[in-house]
């Protein structure tokens, strides 16, 4: 079993809608979570980092945490074209291993 | 300007040629990593190293080889390459375990 997993996708939303990402993961000791944002042909780079159970937002990213539940997940408000990319969701666990999804590539129409 | 930086960014070469990837970053970072990134795979961790001198195995550490004499630095070798490790290569370092990643430009090495 992958230590992360992301829902597949692709996600196509109309501009200025929600788009809802989903992560879980496998190791219960896992204590840091990330989601990545990676353009085709680029490096990804890093949106929000979320460490406590509950939600946490900046701009229009909402990240969420479920410890319980052993899932994450990213809400992209008022979707743009610019945020048509990969989204990765990485997980540390207790071996210092960062892990990451095999991504969800999102397409924003406009 | 804080960053990682790799070399070359594109690599075309031949199987069994032995060949190695730079990485330096410039951030006094403890921890630094070796992924590979395949369609459909995702990000795959090849090695890691928390300090210099101690370096760890990721998911995909076969047919690599890494070395960390300095803080500074974390090369990549491929003591005898493979048409399968034909990828996007990406080193990244982070300043202590539950920190974010920065990531390199990336490395795409093609063998031929």
């Known amino acids: 079993q992958k230590e992360v997993e992301q829902n597949s996708g692709p996600l196509s939303v109309p501009e200025g809608a929600i788009a809802s990402l989903n992560c879980t993961y496998s190791?219960?000791?896992?204590?840091?979570f990330f989601w990545y944002r990676q353009y085709s042909g680029k490096s990804p780079e890093l949106i929000m980092s979320?460490?406590?159970?509950g939600d946490k937002e900046d701009g229009r990213f909402t990240a969420q945490l479920n410890k319980a539940s052993q899932y994450v997940s990213l809400l992209i408000r008022d979707s743009q074209p610019s945020d048509s990319a990969t989204y990765l969701c990485?997980?540390?666990?207790?071996?210092?291993?960062?892990?990451f999804g095999a991504g969800t590539t999102v397409t924003v129409r406009a | 300007e804080a960053q990682v930086t790799q070399n070359p960014r594109y690599l075309i070469t031949v199987t069994g040629k032995k060949l190695t990837v730079t990485c330096s970053q410039n951030?006094?970072?403890?921890?630094m990593s070796w992924y590979r990134q395949d369609p459909g795979l995702g990000l795959r961790q090849i090695y890691y190293?928390?300090?210099?001198?101690?370096?760890d195995k990721g998911d995909v550490p076969e047919g690599y080889k890494v070395s960390r004499k300095e803080k500074r630095n974390f090369p990549l070798i491929l003591e005898s390459p493979s048409p399968n490790q034909t990828s996007l290569y990406f080193c990244?370092?982070?300043?202590?375990?539950?920190?974010?990643?920065?990531f390199g430009d990336g490395t795409r090495l093609s063998i031929l």
């Open positions: 990244a370092s982070r300043r202590q375990v539950d920190q974010p990643q920065h």
């Open positions: 190791d219960r000791g896992s204590q840091s």
């Open positions: 979320i460490y406590s159970n």
């Open positions: 990485a997980g540390r666990s207790n071996d210092y291993k960062l892990s």
């Open positions: 951030m006094n970072h403890e921890y």
């Open positions: 190293s928390m300090n210099v001198e101690v370096t």
